[in-house]
């Protein structure tokens, strides 16, 4: 094999790897079915499904999101959240316009933040949480 087809074999096996690892931490997220608020804070155990039309109105906010690896200052607890399949999308416990998911965040806009919220508080959350 001559040095030009080893560099071209090399660099596809780097670009091949390099598509594969950015593909697995750089995906887009999608949630569907039924969810269930939970809400686990100050004495306050709640683990209630939502309705249909709830679970759709968190879907939409939610799917779509490139969450990323990050510091915010927010807090957030897997305790305090929308559960699907197993996993929590979890709120800001203060007034910021994030979530988290499988330990990466992403922003929504404060209009979403606030439907999010005031889907939990129907089944009983209270915000701010901190």
Do not use: W
């Not at 887009?28 to 809400?39: E, R």
């Not at 929504?108 to 701010?128: C, L, N, Q, T, Y």
């Amino acid at each position: 094999m001559s040095d030009k087809t080893k560099r071209i074999v090399i660099f596809a096996v780097v670009l091949i790897v390099a598509i594969t690892v950015a593909s697995f931490f750089f995906r887009p997220i999608y949630f569907s079915g039924n969810g269930t608020a939970v809400f686990h804070y100050d004495g306050i155990d709640i683990e209630e499904p939502l309705t249909k039309s709830e679970s759709a109105a968190i879907a939409k906010i939610v799917n779509g999101h490139f969450p990323h690896f990050d510091m915010p200052a927010c807090g957030f607890s897997n305790q305090i959240g929308i559960r699907f399949s197993g996993q929590t999308i979890s709120i800001a416990c203060d007034n910021c316009p994030t979530l988290s998911v499988h330990g990466m965040y992403f922003q929504v806009s404060e209009g979403e933040a606030a439907k999010f919220r005031s889907i939990m508080r129907a089944h009983g959350a209270s915000f701010p949480c901190v």
